[in-house]
């Protein structure tokens, strides 16, 4: 078996390689928000590549209980979670990726 880095080590070089700073400053550049209010696209990119991706649990409903983890929102409904995954979200997502 391979060696595998504490899960410590993962997040600080994926938080290393895509800063908060950059990923929100890309997602107003591509005019995915104007503004902030629940729609944190760190915690979402995040959630993504944290727990998402590599999760067991591999369901728009699991993403979304973890997403509201990890941004730490009391309230938020799915129908606001579901419109957020939209062409804008994707072009931020291929712009950052592509780089």
Do not use: C
């Not at 890309?26 to 915690?43: C, S, W």
């Amino acid at each position: 078996m391979g060696y595998e880095p504490p899960d410590s080590v993962v997040i600080d070089r994926i938080q290393r390689a895509f800063p908060g700073d950059e990923l929100r400053e890309r997602a107003r550049a591509t005019n995915l928000i104007q503004r902030e209010r629940k729609f944190d696209v760190v915690a979402l990119f995040y959630t993504l590549a944290f727990g998402f991706g590599a999760g067991s649990q591999r369901s728009i409903q699991a993403f979304f209980e973890r997403y509201v983890e990890m941004a730490d929102l009391t309230e938020l409904t799915y129908s606001s979670f579901h419109g957020w995954f939209s062409p804008g979200f994707v072009a931020l997502l291929r712009e950052i990726l592509d780089d």
